[in-house]
């Protein structure tokens, strides 16, 4: 077969391409598919789809559990598991070096975003002092306790998992602050 048979069939493919191209553009352009008012399968956490041109709905504040009752029940060993995860970015050793995130030992009384760590700026915005009660938001969901912080964690949603690792945490001191 010659170049010019080959260029021939090779412009015949890609003609071909072009119009299959071409029909699915203007098949886009003259249909829109209707958004649905309710999704078809609920997922518990997720908000259903808004219609084109509805306002969009709040976000809905999400409660959690309170510390206290469930630090009672809480266990350091089982918190210790659970920060295993954490060792990535965060070390919990006294004088631990800052990793991705800063040294985690002696958190708990200490201001948010204190110490020699390059906290971003969400989180320097936080004021206050790392209680039990704030930090139960945090480790639930770090980015919606300050938005906008480098913190790529998605949280620890699990109440028992994040009441371990809040008595974990509380361990890891020189003098540890009272349970409330």
Known sequence: MSAFEWNKVIGAILAALLVI???????????H???????????????PAQPSG??????AEVQIAAIGPMLAK???????QVAR?????????????????PALWGTIGHDIAGGSFSYSAALKAVK????????????????AFAPGNRMAFAGVKNDAERAAL????????DNPVPLP
């Not at 809480?74 to 210790?80: E, L, N, R, T, V």
């Not at 995860?85 to 995130?101: A, E, L, M």
Request: proline residues 6%.
């Open 33 to 47: 598919a209707k958004v649905p008012e309710k999704n078809a399968y609920p997922v518990a956490g997720i908000a």
């Open 85 to 101: 995860k954490c060792t990535v970015c965060h070390s919990f050793d006294k004088g631990g070096p800052n990793k991705v995130g």
């Open 128 to 143: 206050g002092k790392w209680d039990y009660e704030t930090l139960n938001k945090w480790l639930y969901d770090p980015k």
């Open 166 to 173: 809040i008595a974990y945490m509380r361990s890891r001191a």
């Open 74 to 80: 809480a266990s350091a060993d089982q918190g210790a």
């Open 21 to 31: 191209k071409v029909v699915d553009i203007a098949g886009d352009a003259l249909l």
């Open 54 to 59: 509805a306002p969009a709905a709040k976000k």
